[in-house]
Structure formats: structure tokens, C-alpha cells
């Protein structure tokens, strides 16, 4: 990335970018506008050795405070901000949110996507975490998705191929390009009121308005992280600015002036309270960068 073009910007604060709102820099910050521009980068930063990471809507991401030393790449811009319609087929670029996706289908009577009412993510970050909860998840509704590998190539995937699991996929380091969903047409108001009762409980049980980053901790099997944290006492738990919800246990609260390394030292902590608690080890769903 010696000389870059106007779409990437050096010594970037990416922290910012994400719901917690702490962490450092990068070296690099890319908003390419299409597959090509994408694949350049993407060569770039293989042939100089630079590691290279995609940032979508910054809900499942810790920044450390030291930053990423790498290019960071956020598909904010053209084809990848893109929806195309085919009757029940929706075909959404890496960069669309799903949270407007969402709304929208439900007030269109396309029935599929009303379970993640209010989950934050992009349709690239949703592929790769299978992003869900109680009631659906993403990759129940993909039939494929269009990627770019580290050599530049484009590859299409169909959801056999992807390996969706709990909060996970197989895509390893390619870049989800665009997903084709196949979703149902439905009574409009039926999906409008699944998509409300969804929303509402969402809204009812977690803290949505807060600087967290959704669930810290995925569920372990046959148990709901959350309530284990519960009941080790541990909701109000602070490491310097940053505290577990009185809502949902297994929420983290930046408040004001919280640096990365509060949400890392309470991370510890909770995770050493649970494993004395209840012989369990708690798996971060978030990614720290
Ligand atoms: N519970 C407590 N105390 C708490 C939190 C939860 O006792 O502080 C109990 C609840 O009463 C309930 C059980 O634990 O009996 C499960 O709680 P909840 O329904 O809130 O679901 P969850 O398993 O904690 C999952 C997803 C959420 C998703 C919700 C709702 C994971 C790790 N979490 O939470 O996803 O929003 O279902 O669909 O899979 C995320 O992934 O970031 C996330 C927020």
C-alpha cells in the first residue's frame, strides 16, 4: 500500500467505526467501490504481506486499544450496497444492512428474515457469523453466496458448501462479496407483526440503546451464557468505564472514557467467575482485532 488511491486512507480510527466505540487505528482504511477495486487490495496487501480484515457494521468487534496493524476494508460503496429483487429471490451486496433489509422485507410481505428483527450486521458480516438468535438464523434463508478468495479469484458457494453452524461458517479468509436469499411471500401483516413481536422482545430483554457489542460470549451447548453470568452475581461488574448489563448478562456497557482493555479486563473476569462457578468455559462470539 505504498502510494494508495483516493479510497484508502492511512492511520485510520477504526474504533470509532464499531458499536463499542473504543479501540485504536489501522494502517490502513479501503472503501473500494466494486469486485475489482476489492481485488486489488486484496493482492496488494498479499504480495506486501499486510493482513487484511473487512469491517461491516462494527456490531461484533473489538478494536484493541494498539489498533490493527493492517488494511482494513469497509464495502460501504457502490455494487456492494446493492439489492436486486426476483420475486422471492433478493439478491443483497456484502455492505447492505441488515437491519433495514429486515424491516424492509417485513413491510413487503417477504417472509424469512423477520427472526433477526434488530440484529445489527451487514449481509457480508451476517454470512460469516450466521448471525441469529432464539428466532432464526441468517443461513436458513441463503442459497448462495458470490466471494472473493486472497488471490483475487471470485467463487460461488451454495449453502451446503458455506458450513453454517452456531454463530459460525467455513468461509475461512474469502471475502463475501453477495448473497442470494430465498425467502417466501407471506400475509404482509403476519410477517409485520412477527418482525414487531421480535423487535419487542429484543428491545424488552437487552440493553439496544447502549455502546455494547451485542452478545460477548456465544451460548455454551444446552445453556444460555447469559444466564450464567446472571447467576454468578456478576450483572453491575466493572472494570474501569465498562460494566455487564442489569438487562442481559451477557452484555458489555462502554460508558464514558472505556478503553478496549476494560472490555478485555472484564472479559477475563467474567470468564474466571463462570469457569469457578459453574466448571464452564465461556467461547467470545466477538472478534478482538
Ligand atoms: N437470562 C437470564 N439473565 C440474563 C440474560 C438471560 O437469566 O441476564 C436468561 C433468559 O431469561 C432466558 C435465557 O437466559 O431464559 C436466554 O436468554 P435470551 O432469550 O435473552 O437469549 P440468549 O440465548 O441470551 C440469544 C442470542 C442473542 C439473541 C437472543 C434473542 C447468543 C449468544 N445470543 O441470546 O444474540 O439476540 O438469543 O434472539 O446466541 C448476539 O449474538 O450478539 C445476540 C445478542
Same mark, same amino acid.
Given at each position: 500500500?505504498?502510494?494508495?488511491?483516493?479510497? !484508502?486512507?492511512? +492511520?485510520?480510527?477504526?474504533? &470509532?467505526?464499531?458499536?463499542?466505540?473504543?479501540?485504536?487505528?489501522?494502517?490502513?482504511?479501503?472503501?473500494?467501490? =466494486? @469486485?475489482?477495486?476489492?481485488?486489488?487490495?486484496?493482492?496488494?496487501?498479499?504480495? %506486501? #504481506?499486510?493482513?487484511?480484515?473487512?469491517?461491516?457494521?462494527?456490531? +461484533?468487534?473489538?478494536?484493541?486499544?494498539?489498533?490493527?496493524?493492517?488494511?482494513?476494508?469497509?464495502?460501504?460503496?457502490?455494487?456492494?450496497?446493492?439489492?436486486?429483487?426476483?420475486?422471492?429471490?433478493?439478491?443483497?451486496?456484502?455492505?447492505?444492512?441488515?437491519?433495514?433489509?429486515?424491516?424492509?422485507?417485513?413491510?413487503?410481505?417477504?417472509?424469512?428474515?423477520?427472526?433477526?428483527?434488530?440484529?445489527?450486521?451487514? !449481509?457480508?458480516?451476517?454470512?460469516?457469523?450466521?448471525?441469529?438468535?432464539?428466532?432464526?438464523?441468517?443461513?436458513?434463508?441463503?442459497? %448462495?453466496?458470490?466471494?472473493? =478468495?486472497? +488471490?483475487?479469484?471470485?467463487? &460461488?458457494?451454495?449453502?451446503?458448501?458455506?458450513?453454517?453452524?452456531?454463530?459460525?461458517? =467455513?468461509?475461512?479468509?474469502? !471475502?463475501?462479496?453477495?448473497?442470494?436469499?430465498?425467502?417466501?411471500?407471506?400475509?404482509?401483516?403476519?410477517?409485520?407483526?412477527?418482525? @414487531?413481536?421480535?423487535?419487542?422482545?429484543?428491545?424488552?430483554?437487552?440493553?439496544?440503546?447502549?455502546? @455494547?457489542?451485542?452478545?460477548?460470549?456465544?451460548?455454551?451447548?444446552?445453556?444460555?451464557?447469559?444466564?450464567?453470568?446472571?447467576?454468578?452475581?456478576?450483572?453491575?461488574?466493572?472494570? #474501569?468505564?465498562?460494566?455487564?448489563?442489569?438487562?442481559?448478562? +451477557?452484555?458489555?456497557?462502554?460508558?464514558?472514557?472505556?478503553?478496549?482493555?476494560?472490555?478485555?479486563?472484564?472479559?477475563?473476569?467474567?470468564?474466571?467467575?463462570?469457569?469457578?462457578?459453574?466448571?464452564?468455559?465461556?467461547?467470545?462470539?466477538?472478534?478482538?482485532?
Amino acid at each position: 500500500m505504498k502510494e494508495y488511491a483516493d479510497h !484508502i486512507q492511512p +492511520n485510520a480510527d477504526i474504533g &470509532r467505526l464499531t458499536w463499542y466505540g473504543v479501540g485504536g487505528t489501522a494502517r490502513f482504511l479501503a472503501h473500494p467501490g =466494486d @469486485t475489482d477495486e476489492l481485488a486489488e487490495i486484496v493482492v496488494r496487501a498479499r504480495d %506486501e #504481506g499486510v493482513p487484511l480484515k473487512v469491517l461491516g457494521s462494527g456490531a +461484533n468487534v473489538l478494536i484493541s486499544d494498539d489498533g490493527f496493524d493492517g488494511v482494513v476494508v469497509r464495502l460501504d460503496r457502490g455494487e456492494f450496497r446493492r439489492t436486486k429483487r426476483r420475486e422471492t429471490t433478493l439478491t443483497a451486496g456484502a455492505g447492505v444492512d441488515l437491519m433495514v433489509l429486515t424491516k424492509k422485507c417485513s413491510e413487503q410481505g417477504l417472509a424469512g428474515l423477520e427472526g433477526l428483527a434488530g440484529i445489527p450486521a451487514t !449481509i457480508g458480516g451476517a454470512v460469516r457469523m450466521n448471525a441469529g438468535g432464539r428466532f432464526g438464523e441468517f443461513g436458513n434463508v441463503v442459497r %448462495e453466496v458470490r466471494l472473493l =478468495d486472497r +488471490n483475487g479469484a471470485v467463487l &460461488r458457494w451454495d449453502r451446503g458448501r458455506i458450513g453454517f453452524g452456531y454463530r459460525r461458517s =467455513d468461509l475461512g479468509d474469502r !471475502i463475501v462479496l453477495d448473497a442470494t436469499l430465498e425467502l417466501s411471500a407471506d400475509d404482509p401483516s403476519s410477517v409485520r407483526r412477527r418482525y @414487531t413481536d421480535y423487535f419487542a422482545y429484543k428491545t424488552k430483554t437487552q440493553p439496544i440503546k447502549e455502546h @455494547t457489542a451485542g452478545c460477548v460470549f456465544k451460548n455454551p451447548a444446552g445453556s444460555s451464557a447469559g444466564a450464567l453470568i446472571d447467576r454468578a452475581g456478576l450483572k453491575g461488574a466493572r472494570r #474501569g468505564a465498562v460494566y455487564v448489563s442489569d438487562r442481559h448478562a +451477557n452484555f458489555m456497557i462502554a460508558g464514558e472514557g472505556a478503553t478496549a482493555s476494560d472490555v478485555l479486563r472484564l472479559i477475563d473476569y467474567v470468564r474466571d467467575c463462570v469457569r469457578r462457578a459453574f466448571d464452564t468455559e465461556l467461547e467470545l462470539e466477538i472478534e478482538v482485532w
